[in-house]
């Protein structure tokens, strides 16, 4: 009697320890989708602006940045699905083995050339050499774009946002860093 009881307090403790988990999830899938959706926004204003008359270059990088938030945004909303395996306790990660240099430069670039809510400026400094490590491309890149969207939301116009990537032994690190208001 008393082992299952034992056994009961413990399923209970992993319910909620679920329950919280999805929440913080679908509370964080909330948030990463209005990056890209703020981006389409801003741009589908600016091609409705009788103001300007965009080149067709800048119309091409307009609808390229829109297509492509769009497409993260559609990846984000394919993950709503992973609450159910949430709730399983079955999150499928699926590593494969990148340079992080290469694909860190990727994420910020990206980020930054479809970012137009904020004018700051933006360094990336990585390694000399290589370092390859197996990450789940999908969500690495959602902690760094995460990262990056606070940094930008938070922060006055011309503030420097900087990315950084050292090398450990048998790790990486990734420090992302502003000369902003800062936080508590």
């Known amino acids: 009697l008393k082992k299952l009881t034992n056994m009961l307090k413990e399923s209970e403790l992993q319910q909620k320890k679920i329950q919280q988990t999805r929440e913080e999830w679908i509370s964080g899938l909330s948030h990463d989708l209005k990056t890209p959706l703020s981006t389409i926004y801003g741009y589908a204003v600016m091609l409705n602006s009788s103001d300007y008359n ?7 990088d307009f609808y390229l940045s829109i297509e492509q938030n769009a497409s993260y945004m559609s990846d984000l909303i394919e993950d709503i699905n992973l609450t159910y395996r949430i709730k399983n306790n079955a999150l499928p990660m699926y590593r494969e083995e990148v340079d992080i240099n290469d694909f860190i430069k990727e994420v910020v670039n990206q980020f930054f050339r ?16 290589p370092i390859f490590y197996k990450i789940d491309k999908k969500y690495f890149k959602r902690i760094i774009v995460n990262l990056l969207s606070n940094a930008a939301k938070y922060n006055l116009e011309g503030t420097s946002i900087g990315v950084i990537v ?4 048998g790790c990486f690190s ?5 000369n ?5």
Not at 54 to 60: I, Y
Not at 180 to 184: A, Q, T
């Open 166 to 169: 050292k090398q450990g032994k």
């Open 54 to 60: 965009w080149t067709e270059d800048e119309v091409r």
């Open 180 to 184: 902003g208001i800062g936080m508590d």
């Open 174 to 178: 990734i420090h992302v860093q502003d």
């Open 114 to 129: 479809t970012n137009v809510e904020n004018h700051h400026f933006y360094t990336v400094d990585v390694e000399d050499n």
